[in-house]
C-alpha cells in the first residue's frame, strides 16, 4: 500500500512539473540570472571595476578608480591613498586584485613599480617594489593574466568576458550554446551595462560581475527557483501589464490574471494568450479588483465600474449593475457547499440566483460595516464576512435573503483574545479547521475548538509586514501570506515564520490584494503584485545549508567610531581589527559602547537574522533583523563581560559558532588601589586635623550655642508678647461686647444731655480699645501671613488728604496748625485704602502726640521716577520732640518705643506700619535732626504706583462693608399663633443673659453653654433660630453649624454665628458651611435683632409658599434643596396612596426614614401644618380638580380621594373652599 501511495505521489509531481516547465518557458524565463546592483548609491568609491576577491575572512574586495573598497554585505569600507601615510594604497587607480595560496591579498596600482600587501592584523598595507617578486607571482597577479583566466563554471554553465565586446556570455556546456548578457530597459534584473571587468564566483556561488561604469552586479546560482512572468511589449505571448491585482483558475485550467488597468490576460493549458479589455462587448473596465470561476464553469469579474459575468459557453460577457448590484465595488466572491456565489461588495452581501440570472441583496442585521472586503464559508456552512472597519461578522444562512448572525469578532485593546484589527482583509479555513484571518494589523489564527487566537506580528523571528493580503494553503500544510513587504510561509506545526523577498526571486516585495492563488490542477502557486507574477512550487523551496559567518566590523565608543592604532582618551584601544580582537579594556569613562557585526551571507544578506547578548549584563538573547545590526550598551558597571552574537541564513538555519568579544570595564580612577590608598592619607589626615581643631570647635560650638540662645530667647519674648496680647484681644472682645451694646442702647433712649454725653465718652473710649484690639489683632494676622492685600483703583492724592482733614478738629484743640502741601492734583494708583489708612492715621497721630502746642504738622506729596517704575512719596513732618538718631532703626521694630515718647504705649504702631507699607512693595524711614534751631522729624513713605500683583500677597474677596441698621419692630411677630423661639449658644454666661434678657420680651429663648448642647437641643425643641458663637468648646460654631444643615430634622432653621474673628476669610467660611448670617464681635445689638426679624419673616413667607405649593401636579415646582426634597417627596407619596383609606402619619414616616413626631414637627416647621391636614389638604384640592371635570358625582369623587365618609369629605370640603361640593361642581 505504502508503495502504491509512493508511485502515485511521484506520478502527480512528474504530471506537475511537465506542466510548468513549459509554461514558464513560453515566457523567456529558463536559466537566465537576476542580477542585483551595487554602485556608489550603496557606497562603492567608484563605479569602474577593476578587480573582485573574496578574503579569507569572508569580505568582499572591489578594485576601483577611486581606491580599495571592501564589502561585508551591508556597507562598504575604502581605503585611499594617504599622503604621508607609508602604510596605505600607492595609489587610488587600482588595477587587479589577486589573492595567492596563503589568501595574502595583493594590490596592483596604476604605479606598477610598486605592490600592495594587505595586512590583516593591522589593517594596512605594505609597499613592496615589483622587481623583489619572483617573475612568474608578478605575471599572476597582474590584470593581463586575471583576465585571460576570468571563467568561471558551475552547474555545466559557463561564465566568460566576451573577447570582442567584453561582455558577459553563458555558455551551456552540453549543448555548446551561449546566451550574451546586456542592458534590458524593461527588465530591472538585467545586467546594467554592456561591458565587463571582472568576474568571480565565490564560495556561496554567488557570482560577481565587474563592470566598466556601473559598479558590481551579483547573481545567486542557487536562487530561490521562484520563476517571473511579466510583461514583454516585444512578446505578445505576456500578461497583458505588469501591475497583477488578481489570479484565477478555471474549469478548464486555463489562468486568468488581472490587472490594475489594463484588463484580463487568460492563459491556456497550451499556453496561449488570450486577452479581455473594456469595451463595447468586453468588461466594464479595465481596473481589475477579483476574479472567481465557479463550479459550473462561470468566471466572476469585479471590476472598477461592478460586476461582469463571463460564460465560457458563450464567450460573452454580462454586466450584473444597477438594480442587480447598487455598490460598483466587489472585493471579494467566494461559492458555497449549495455551488452558490456569494458577493463581499461596499454595500454588503450579494447572492447569485441561478433561476432569475441576478443577484439579490442579502438582508444582514447586525452587519457591523457595509464595506465588505472579503467573504468565505467554513466547512460547517457558516458565512464568514471581513469589514474594511468593522472585524468579521459570522452568519448562518436562514432563507434566500436572510442571514442571522451568529457572532460578532472585534479587535479589543484590553483582551488579547481578540482578532489584531477590525480592518479584515483576507479569510482562509486551512484543512485542520483553523481560521486564519488577515488584517491590516497582522495575522491571527482562530481555533474554532477552544475559541482562541494565535497572533503574528511583526517581528525579527515573524512576519515583516502585517498588512496581510492573501492566504492560501499548500499540499505540504504550510500556510502562505502575502503582504506589502514579500511572502511568508508559517510552518503550522511549529509556527515558525519564513520570510521570502525580492532577494529570494520574488518580482517585488508589494502584493496585491488578493494576489495570492493556489491552482486546482497542480500544487503550484501564483503570487501576483506590481511587477508581473511569480509561479513556484511549494516542495521545490528548499531550506539552504549555508550559515553566515559573523564577523564583528566596527567598535564605537561614545557613539565615535574606533579604528586599528586610534588613541580613545590617551591609549589605544585596537591593535588588530575588531573581528581579529580577542578582547577589550574599556576605563571608566568608555563604558558607553556600539558593537556593529555583520553575517557575510551575500546571497540575501537582507533576510539574515540576528541574536547577540551581552553576558553579564543580557539575561537573554536580543533577536534583531538585517536593519539592526548595531548593540548599544550604557553605563557598564566596572566589571568582565562577554559580547556573543550568531547569524542564521534567510531560511532560518543557525550557525551555532558565534563571534565573541571579551570586554573588561576598568574600574575609575577614584575606585583604583593607588586611590584608596590615597584615601587613607587623607582620612589619616583629617582626622589629625580633626583633632587639632576639635577644641577650637568645641569653643566655637559654645558660644554659638549661647547666642543662639539668646536669640531663641528674644523671639521667644517677643512671640510671647503677640500670643498674650492676642489671647487678651480675643478674651477681651465678647465682655467689651457686654460694654458697648448697652451704652448704645442707652444712648438711643436716653434724654439727658449731660447722661448722653457721659455715654458717648464711654463709647469712644470703648471704641478706641475695640481699634487696639483690632490692631493687635492684625498684627498676629500679618505675622502669621494671613493678611493679604485687598486691592483698589482710586486718587491717591484726595485719599490722603481727606485723612489728613479729618485731623482738622484736634489740630484745632490742641493749637498745632496743620498743613497739607502737594505737588500733583491727582494720582490714580492701585492700594489697599484700609491699611493705607491705617498707616497715614498711625502717622499723624504720632505726630500729633509728640508736638508741642504752637507746633506744626504738614503733610506733603509728590512722584518720582527710578528707571521704568512710577512711585509717590507721602511726607509727615513735625517739629516736636525729635527721635534720637541710633534710635531711628529701632523704632521700626514690634515692642520698640522711642526714648522720648511721653505718652507711652503698646510700640506696635510704626512696626505694623512698616510691614503693611512692605506689602504694597514699598517703604517706609524715618529722619529726625535740627533745621534752623528747631527740631524736626519726617516719616518718608514710598509706594508704587502700579503694584506687580504677582510679586505680592494679593486676595480678590470684596471688602465687607459695614451693615446699616435699619430698624424693625420684632413685637407681635408669630408663628403658627405662637411666638417663635430663639435658642442662644454660647460658652459665655454673661452674653446668653444678656441677649436672653434682650429678646425675652419678643421671643421665646432657649440657651446652651456649647455646640454639642446645642446641636441636641435643636433636635429636640426645633426652634426658630439660632444664634450661636463661633469659638466653643465640645464644638465650635462651625461644626454646629454644619451638623444643624445636614440633618434632616434641623436643616430649615436659620443660623445666625457671632465671633471675634474680623478677616472675611472666617466670615466665607461660616457661610460655605451653612450659616444664613455672620455678624464680628462686639456687635450692634439693633442690628442683630434687625437680622433675626428679617429672617423669621422670610421663613413664614417660605412657609406659605409650601403651603399654597401643596396639592396635585405641583411636586414639580420645587428647585431642589434638602427641605424641599423632603417635601417633594412627601407629596409624591399622598399623590401615589390618593384613593387608599389606610394612607396615614407612620406609612409615610416609613417610607421617609423619620419617626412620626418627627415627621410632624419638620412638617409644622416646614409648612405650618400638621401632617393630617397636608394629607387632607392634598386630598381636597385633588377633589377640587375631579368636580370640575364634572365626569363624576360628589360621592365618587369622596372615595376617589380617600375619604371613607362623603358627609365628611362635604364638610371638610365647603370648610376648605367655602362652597359646597355640589355647588363647587355646577360652578366648574
Known amino acids: 500500500m505504502l508503495k502504491d501511495n509512493h508511485s502515485f505521489r511521484m506520478k502527480s509531481l512528474l504530471v506537475i512539473i511537465l506542466w510548468l516547465c513549459p509554461f514558464v518557458h513560453s515566457m523567456g524565463q529558463a536559466p537566465d540570472l537576476k542580477f542585483e546592483h551595487l554602485n556608489t548609491e550603496n557606497g562603492l568609491s567608484q563605479n569602474t571595476i577593476t578587480g573582485i576577491v573574496k578574503d579569507k575572512y569572508g569580505f568582499m574586495w572591489f578594485g576601483t578608480w577611486a581606491g580599495l573598497c571592501r564589502y561585508d554585505g551591508y556597507r562598504f569600507k575604502v581605503y585611499h591613498y594617504e599622503q604621508g601615510n607609508p602604510r596605505s594604497v600607492i595609489n587610488n587607480r587600482i588595477m587587479n586584485i589577486s589573492k595567492d595560496a596563503d589568501q595574502n591579498l595583493w594590490i596592483v596600482t596604476l604605479n606598477n613599480t610598486i605592490v600592495c600587501k594587505y595586512h590583516y592584523e593591522t589593517d594596512d598595507f605594505e609597499r613592496i617594489p615589483a622587481k623583489r617578486l619572483d617573475r612568474f607571482f608578478r605575471r599572476q ?191 471579494g466572491i467566494t461559492e458555497d457547499h449549495l455551488h452558490q456565489v456569494w458577493f463581499a461588495s461596499w454595500n454588503g452581501i450579494y447572492k447569485y440566483i441561478p433561476a432569475r440570472d441576478s443577484l439579490i441583496h442579502q438582508n444582514a442585521p447586525g452587519l457591523p460595516d457595509k464595506s465588505v472586503m472579503t467573504i468565505m464559508e467554513d466547512k460547517k456552512g457558516t458565512i464568514w464576512v471581513g469589514c474594511e472597519g468593522g472585524g468579521i461578522a459570522v452568519f448562518k444562512p436562514s432563507g434566500p435573503a436572510d442571514l442571522q448572525l451568529v457572532s460578532h469578532l472585534q479587535h479589543n485593546d484590553a483582551q488579547s483574545n481578540s482578532i489584531s484589527d477590525d480592518r479584515v482583509y483576507s479569510l482562509f479555513q486551512d484543512i485542520d479547521q483553523h481560521i486564519w484571518i488577515g488584517t491590516g494589523g497582522g495575522l491571527d489564527r482562530l481555533d474554532l475548538l477552544n475559541h482562541s487566537f494565535k497572533h503574528f506580528a511583526a517581528s525579527p523571528n515573524g512576519l515583516t509586514n502585517t498588512n496581510i493580503t492573501g492566504i492560501v494553503e499548500d499540499d505540504n500544510g504550510s500556510v502562505w501570506v502575502s503582504h506589502n513587504r514579500g511572502v511568508s510561509r508559517i510552518d503550522k506545526h511549529t509556527l515558525t515564520v519564513r520570510n521570502f523577498s525580492t532577494q529570494d526571486g520574488l518580482q517585488g516585495n508589494d502584493f496585491s490584494d488578493g494576489g495570492i492563488f493556489k491552482s486546482r490542477s497542480a500544487a503550484v502557486l501564483y503570487l501576483g503584485g506590481n511587477n508581473g507574477f511569480n509561479i513556484f512550487c511549494p516542495d521545490s523551496i528548499k531550506s539552504s545549508p549555508g550559515v553566515p559567518k559573523v564577523v564583528l566590523t566596527e567598535l564605537q565608543v561614545l557613539n565615535k567610531p574606533v579604528n586599528v592604532k586610534d588613541t580613545v582618551n590617551g591609549r589605544v584601544l585596537l591593535q588588530k581589527p575588531l573581528y581579529m580582537t580577542p578582547a577589550i579594556n574599556l576605563h571608566y569613562p568608555d563604558k558607553s559602547i556600539a558593537i556593529e557585526f555583520a553575517g557575510l551571507h551575500y546571497a540575501n544578506p537582507s533576510g539574515v537574522k540576528y541574536a547577540y547578548m551581552l553576558q553579564g549584563f543580557d539575561k537573554d538573547w536580543i533577536y534583531a533583523d538585517a536593519s539592526s545590526r548595531i548593540a548599544t550598551y550604557s553605563n557598564l558597571s566596572r566589571g568582565n563581560y562577554v559580547f556573543r552574537v550568531k547569524a542564521s541564513n534567510s531560511d532560518g538555519v543557525w550557525n551555532p559558532v558565534a563571534a565573541t568579544l571579551q570586554i573588561t570595564v576598568l574600574p575609575p580612577w577614584w575606585a583604583s588601589t593607588w586611590a584608596f590608598i590615597g584615601y587613607a592619607l587623607f582620612i589619616t589626615g583629617l582626622l589629625y586635623i580633626f583633632y587639632a581643631y576639635s577644641l577650637r570647635y568645641e569653643r566655637l560650638k559654645n558660644k554659638l550655642s549661647y547666642e543662639q540662645l539668646l536669640h531663641e530667647k528674644e523671639l521667644e519674648m517677643r512671640q510671647s508678647k503677640i500670643e498674650f ?126 508736638t508741642p502746642q504752637g507746633g506744626e504738622i504738614i503733610v506733603s506729596m509728590r512722584h518720582t521716577s527710578e528707571g521704568d517704575n512710577n512711585y509717590v512719596i507721602i511726607e509727615v513732618t513735625d517739629n516736636g520732640s525729635g527721635i534720637p538718631e541710633k534710635e531711628l532703626e529701632t523704632i521700626f521694630r514690634p515692642f520698640e518705643q522711642a526714648s522720648t515718647n511721653k505718652a507711652g504705649g503698646t510700640g506696635l504702631g510704626l512696626a505694623y506700619a512698616k510691614a503693611l507699607i512692605e506689602m504694597h512693595g514699598g517703604s517706609i524711614r524715618a529722619e529726625s535732626g535740627m533745621t534752623n534751631g528747631q527740631s524736626r522729624t519726617t516719616f518718608t513713605v514710598k509706594l508704587p504706583v502700579d503694584i506687580d500683583e504677582a510679586a505680592v500677597a494679593i486676595t480678590t474677596e470684596p471688602i465687607v462693608q459695614n451693615e446699616e441698621i435699619i430698624a424693625v419692630a420684632g413685637n407681635g411677630l408669630k408663628i403658627d399663633g405662637k411666638t417663635p423661639t430663639l435658642l442662644l449658644v454660647d460658652d459665655s454666661f454673661e452674653l446668653r443673659k444678656y441677649l436672653r434678657d434682650y429678646f425675652a420680651a419678643t421671643y421665646n429663648v432657649l440657651e446652651a453653654a456649647n455646640g454639642a448642647e446645642g446641636l441636641a437641643l435643636a433636635g429636640k425643641q426645633t426652634p426658630d433660630l439660632i444664634i450661636s458663637d463661633m469659638m466653643m468648646p465640645e464644638m465650635d460654631g462651625l461644626e454646629l453649624c454644619r451638623r444643624l444643615k445636614t440633618g434632616p430634622m434641623t436643616s430649615h432653621i436659620p443660623v445666625i454665628l457671632l465671633t471675634a474673628r474680623t478677616p472675611v476669610e472666617y466670615q466665607v467660611e461660616g457661610l460655605t458651611n451653612g450659616a444664613d448670617d455672620y455678624l464680628t464681635k462686639p456687635f450692634n445689638l439693633q442690628l442683630l435683632s434687625a437680622k433675626v426679624k428679617n429672617m423669621l419673616d422670610t421663613r413664614i413667607k417660605l412657609r406659605e409658599k409650601y403651603q399654597n405649593a401643596i396639592g396635585i401636579g405641583t411636586v414639580d415646582i420645587f428647585p431642589e434643596s434638602p427641605d424641599e426634597k423632603l417635601l417633594k417627596k412627601v407629596i409624591g407619596l399622598v399623590e401615589k396612596n390618593i384613593a387608599g383609606t389606610e394612607l396615614d402619619v407612620e406609612s409615610i414616616g416609613r417610607d421617609i426614614g423619620l419617626s412620626r413626631t418627627q415627621l410632624y414637627r419638620k412638617m409644622k416647621a416646614l409648612t405650618g401644618l400638621s401632617m393630617g391636614e397636608v394629607i387632607k389638604d392634598i386630598r381636597l384640592k385633588h377633589a377640587r380638580q375631579l368636580l370640575a371635570g364634572k365626569k363624576f358625582n360628589v360621592n365618587e369623587v369622596a372615595y376617589m380621594t380617600g375619604f371613607s365618609d362623603p358627609d365628611y369629605f362635604r364638610k371638610c370640603f365647603k370648610a376648605q373652599f367655602g362652597v359646597s361640593p355640589s355647588e363647587y361642581g355646577k360652578i366648574g
Open 141 to 331: 597577479i597582474s590584470r593581463n593574466w586575471h583576465l585571460a583566466h576570468a571563467a568561471v563554471n558551475y552547474k555545466g554553465y559557463q561564465w566568460d568576458i566576451g573577447i570582442a565586446q567584453k561582455d558577459l556570455i553563458q555558455t551551456d556546456l552540453v549543448t555548446k550554446t551561449a546566451k550574451h548578457y546586456t542592458i534590458d530597459p524593461e527588465n530591472r534584473w538585467s545586467l546594467n551595462d554592456p561591458f565587463v571587468t571582472d568576474l568571480y564566483l565565490d564560495d556561496e556561488h554567488i557570482l560577481w560581475v565587474g563592470t566598466f561604469s556601473n559598479g558590481i552586479n551579483k547573481a545567486n546560482l542557487d536562487a530561490k527557483p521562484f520563476r517571473h512572468a511579466d510583461h514583454d511589449p516585444r512578446n505578445p505571448n505576456s500578461v497583458i501589464d505588469n501591475n497583477i491585482h488578481t489570479i484565477a483558475e478555471d474549469k478548464q485550467g486555463n489562468t486568468w490574471i488581472g490587472t490594475r488597468d489594463k484588463g484580463i490576460t487568460i492563459i491556456s493549458r497550451n499556453h496561449a494568450f488570450r486577452h479581455l479589455t473594456e469595451g463595447k462587448n468586453g468588461l466594464n473596465s479595465n481596473f481589475i479588483k477579483t476574479i472567481f470561476c465557479d463550479s459550473r464553469g462561470y468566471t466572476w469579474i469585479g471590476t472598477l465600474r461592478g460586476l461582469d459575468g463571463f460564460d465560457p459557453a458563450t464567450g460573452k460577457i454580462k454586466h450584473y449593475t444597477g438594480s442587480d448590484l447598487k455598490s460598483a465595488h466587489v472585493y
Open 725 to 850: 496680647f492676642t489671647n487678651i484681644s480675643h478674651e477681651i472682645k465678647t465682655p467689651l461686647s457686654l460694654i458697648l451694646a448697652p451704652i448704645e442702647r442707652l444712648v438711643s433712649e436716653v434724654r439727658d444731655p449731660h447722661t448722653t454725653s457721659q455715654l458717648q465718652t464711654m463709647k469712644n473710649s470703648g471704641d478706641r480699645l475695640l481699634k487696639l484690639i483690632n490692631q493687635l489683632l492684625d498684627i498676629r494676622r500679618f505675622e502669621t501671613g494671613n493678611d493679604k492685600l485687598r486691592l483698589q483703583q482710586g486718587d491717591l492724592v484726595s485719599f490722603v488728604k481727606r485723612i489728613a482733614d479729618s485731623f482738622e478738629p484736634l489740630s484745632a484743640q490742641k493749637h498745632i496748625q496743620l498743613r497739607y502741601d502737594t505737588r500733583i492734583e491727582a494720582m490714580v494708583s492701585s492700594f489697599d485704602p484700609d491699611k493705607i489708612e491705617k498707616v497715614l492715621y498711625n502717622l499723624l497721630s504720632n505726630a500729633f502726640k509728640f
